[in-house]
Nanobody, 115 residues
Framework: QVQLVESGGGLVQPGGSLRLSCAASGSIFRINIMGWYRQAPGKQRELVATITSSGSTNYADSVKGRFTVSRDNAKNTAYLQMNSLKPEDTAVYYC?????????WGKGTPVTVSS
C-alpha cells in the first residue's frame, strides 16, 4: 500500500510564498510521476504541476513562472515551491503519485491566500 502525506499549507498574504511537501511511503515503483493538483471551493480539481522520476516537469499555464516542482527520489518526496501567490491560488492542494495503472492521492493541504 502507498501513502502520501502532504504538509506545508497555510495562510499567506498575496505576493507571499509557501513550500509544500509530499512524502510517499510504501511499495513505490522507481519509475513514476509525482504531481500536485488543487481544488478550489465549487470548482473541479485541476493540475498544477507534475514531475517524473527522471526530472521532467509540466506546469499549468496559470502557475508557470511562479511555482516550481521538484523531488528527492532518495526520500520519495516531492515539493512545490509557490511564489508570488495570488488569491486565486487559494485551494486544497493534493499530491498525486502515478505509476503503471496505479494512481494514489494524498488527503490534501489547504492553502489560503488572503490579506
Amino acid at each position: 500500500q502507498v501513502q502520501l502525506v502532504e504538509s506545508g499549507g497555510g495562510l499567506v498574504q498575496p505576493g507571499g510564498s509557501l513550500r509544500l511537501s509530499c512524502a510517499a511511503s510504501g511499495s513505490i515503483f522507481r519509475i513514476n510521476i509525482m504531481g500536485w493538483y488543487r481544488q478550489a471551493p465549487g470548482k473541479q480539481r485541476e493540475l498544477v504541476a507534475t514531475i517524473t522520476s527522471s526530472g521532467s516537469t509540466n506546469y499549468a499555464d496559470s502557475v508557470k513562472g511562479r511555482f516550481t516542482v521538484s523531488r528527492d527520489n532518495a526520500k520519495n518526496t516531492a515539493y512545490l515551491q509557490m511564489n508570488s501567490l495570488k488569491p486565486e491560488d487559494t485551494a486544497v492542494y493534493y499530491c498525486n503519485l502515478h505509476f503503471g495503472v496505479m494512481n494514489y492521492w494524498g488527503k490534501g493541504t489547504p492553502v489560503t491566500v488572503s490579506s
